[in-house]
C-alpha cells in the first residue's frame, strides 16, 4: 500500500454452504431407485410442482458487495492529479498514491487489480451483486474520497479495499485495517467493519496460510483514523494488506496466478462468513 516517493477446490473445506452435495442414493449410483410399495406413499414431485418449484437459492443473493483495487496502473503517469490534496476529515491526504511493488517491478496496482477481478467471478457466482471501484488497470485514480463514494452510493452490505504493503524486507505477513471512530459519517459502521475485519482475517488466514503481520497491529487488527476510503465511508468497509511485496518469499507468491487465487478464495469466504453471520 505505500507509494515509492488455489483454487476453488478450498472452497468446500471453507464454506459447505458454497459448495453442492453430491447424490450418493442408488438411483445417482446410475441404478434404479425402488418403488414405492403397497402402502407407501411416492415423494416424487408431480411436472406441475416442479415447475413451480423455485431454483436454488445461492448463499450471497441479494447482497451488494464494493471491491476497490488498490491504486491504478496510470497513477505514475499524472502526479499532479493523484498529489492533488482531499479531506479525509481528520487530515488533507494525497488523492491516491502509485502503490508499492516487488523488487523485480510488479505493481500492487496490477496485483490488486488481479485479485479484485478474480474476487468478483467468485462472488457473483455465489449469487451477489459486486461493484468495483474502477474499470482497469491502465488509468488514473479515482481518489480516496470517490472510492468510498462507490461504495457508499451501492449501499453495500460489505466494501473490501484490496491492498500489499511495501515494508523493510525482513517483515512479513498480512494484516487488515478497520476504522475509528471520527465524529463523522463512519461512526455509525465502525462495529460492522470491525466485524467484517475480524471475519476476513480469519478466512484470510485459513486460505492462504501467510502468517499475521509481524510488524503492524495486533493479531493482523490494526485501527486507524487517517484513511480516507474508510473515514468517509457509511458502509461496513475494511482494508486488506496481503503482505509485504518488498518480502522476497511474499513478492513470490503475490507474482503465482495460483497464490492470487488462493488469495481471492480467501477474501470472498471472509466476506460470506460476515453476510452470513
Not at 453430491?22 to 408431480?46: C, E, L, V
Not at 497513477?75 to 488533507?92: D, E, G, H
Not at 499475521?212 to 483514523?225: C, E, M
Request: proline share 5%; net charge positive; aromatic share 6%.
Amino acid at each position: 500500500m505505500r507509494a515509492l516517493p488455489a483454487t476453488v477446490l478450498a472452497v468446500c473445506g471453507l464454506i459447505a454452504s458454497a459448495c453442492g452435495g453430491t447424490g450418493s442414493g442408488d438411483a445417482a449410483a446410475g441404478q434404479a431407485a425402488p418403488a414405492a410399495g403397497a402402502g407407501q406413499a411416492s415423494t416424487a414431485a408431480s411436472p406441475a410442482q416442479a415447475k413451480d418449484a423455485p431454483p436454488d437459492a445461492k448463499p450471497l443473493d441479494g447482497k451488494v458487495i464494493v471491491i476497490d483495487p488498490g491504486h491504478n496502473g496510470g497513477n505514475y503517469r499524472n502526479p499532479k492529479a493523484i498529489n492533488r490534496k482531499v479531506n479525509v476529515l481528520t487530515q488533507w491526504k494525497a488523492c491516491d498514491t502509485t502503490g508499492t511493488s516487488t523488487n523485480n517491478g510488479y505493481s500492487e496496482a496490477a496485483f490488486t487489480w488481479d485479485v479484485s477481478k478474480r474476487m468478483v467471478k467468485i462472488l457473483e457466482g455465489r449469487g451477489a451483486t459486486v461493484k468495483l471501484t474502477r474499470t482497469g488497470n491502465n488509468g488514473v485514480g479515482p481518489c480516496i474520497t470517490e472510492r468510498a463514494a462507490i461504495g457508499n452510493k451501492a449501499e453495500a452490505d460489505a466494501a473490501i479495499s484490496v491492498h500489499a504493503d511495501g515494508s523493510a524486507a525482513a517483515n512479513h505477513g498480512f494484516h487488515v485495517i478497520m476504522p475509528k471512530k471520527i465524529n463523522g459519517p463512519v461512526d455509525k459502521v465502525v462495529g460492522a467493519s470491525s466485524k467484517l475485519g475480524i471475519a476476513v482475517r480469519d478466512a484470510f488466514a485459513k486460505g492462504t496460510g501467510l502468517p499475521y503481520s509481524t510488524y503492524i497491529g495486533a493479531k493482523a487488527l490494526d485501527y486507524r483514523n487517517d484513511l480516507g476510503g474508510l473515514n468517509l465511508s457509511t458502509v461496513p468497509k475494511i482494508f486488506v494488506e496481503s503482505g509485504n511485496m518488498r518480502n522476497a518469499a511474499e513478492a513470490a507468491k503475490f507474482q503465482d496466478p495460483k497464490f492470487r487465487q488462493r488469495i481471492a478464495l480467501a477474501l470472498a469466504n471472509g466476506l460470506q462468513h460476515y453476510l452470513k453471520a
